[in-house]
C-alpha cells in the first residue's frame, strides 16, 4: 500500500494524505476522519527511513556494545535511549557479543576488528547520524572504530584519537571510600586490587594509597593482594590477611564481588563485621543486596553516563560540539552498615 493508493481510496490527492500523516497543512474534519479510517483498515505505514533522507536527516542514532549480557549495559543504554526519545532521535543497537570471545583479554579485541568494521558498515548502511560504543569494561581502545565521517562517542572507555568519551570516577571514589575509613579511626588496612593490567584496578589503587598517604598511613605488603575481580579472589585473599594475629581492621575490596568473599572468610574466621573488620566494596552491584550488615559501597553513574553520551553525541551531530569530550562523572557513596567507629 502507497500513499498514493491510499489518496485514490479516499478520493483526494496525495499531498492531502500527506498533509494528515504530517500535520503540515489544515484538513476538513470529515476529509481527515476518512483518511485515517483509511490508513488504520489497510495498516499503511510511512517509510520513515526514505522520507528522513530527503531531508537529509534521519534522527537515528547507532549504539554498539561490546556484550550485552555484562550487566552495567543495560543501564547506560536505558539513559541513551531516554535522551534519544526526548530529542525526538530513535536508535538501532548491534551486541558484538564480545564477553565469551576475549572474557578479560582485552588487548585481542583486534582479534574481532573485523566483526567491529562489519557492525560499523550496517550501521552506517542505516544512514545513522552518530554512533555510541559501549564498553564492557572502562579501558583505552586503540581505537575500535576507524574514521567513518560521523561522530562516535566512546562511553565506559575511551580512545585517544580525539573523540569524545565519558567515564566515571575510579580513583576520586576509592580515595573516598579509604578516607572515610581513616576518619573513623581505621589505622591497619588490607586491601584486594582487581584484575592485574586493569585501568580500573589501577586507579582504585592509586586512590585508595593517596588516601593512605595523606595520612602517614604506611600499607603492609602482606596485605596487599590481587582478587581479580572474582569472589574466591576475594575469599583467598581476605582468609590470609584474617589468620594473622595482627589482622587488617579494614579491608578495602575494589569490587562487590570480592567483597562478599570477605565476608565469608571473616565468618569462616569467627570474625565479626563490622566489630572485628570493616569490609567495603565497589560497584553497588546486585549481588551484595542480601548481604548484613549492609556493606559500604560505591554506585557508578551507569544511567547518567549514557544520558552524556547521548547528550555529547547530539551536540557532535548539530555542530555544537567541534572538539572531542572526556567527562568523568563522580561515583555516589553507600555508606552501609559495614564501617565500625573506631575513635
Known sequence: MTLKEIAEMAGVSAATVSYVLNNTAPVSPETREKIEKIIKETGYRSNILAKSLRKNETHLIGILVEDITVWHTAFIIDGINEIAEAKGYNTILCNLRL???IESQFDHLSDFQKDIDKAMDVMVGMQTEGIIYVGMHDR??????????????????????????????NEETAYQITKFLIESGHRNFGVINGLEGSEPAALRFEGFKRALSEAGIALNPENAACGSWKYRGGFEAAKKMLQKSNFPTAIVAMNDEMAVGVYDAAKEAGLRIPEDVSVTGFDNAEIIQHLSPRIMTAERPL????????????????????????VILPCKIIKGESVYLRK
Not at 305 to 314: D, F, Q, R, Y
Open 99 to 101: 564477553l565469551s570471545k
Open 140 to 169: 583505552k581502545i586503540n581505537p575500535a572504530i576507524q574514521d567513518i565521517g560521523k561522530p562516535i562517542v566512546y562511553c565506559y572507555c575511551y580512545a585517544e584519537n580525539g573523540s569524545s568519551s565519558v567515564r566515571y570516577s
Open 303 to 326: 544511567q547518567k553516563m549514557g544520558h552524556c553520551s547521548a547528550e555529547i553525541l547530539l551536540e557532535h551531530i548539530h555542530g555544537k560540539a567541534k572538539e572531542g569530550r572526556n
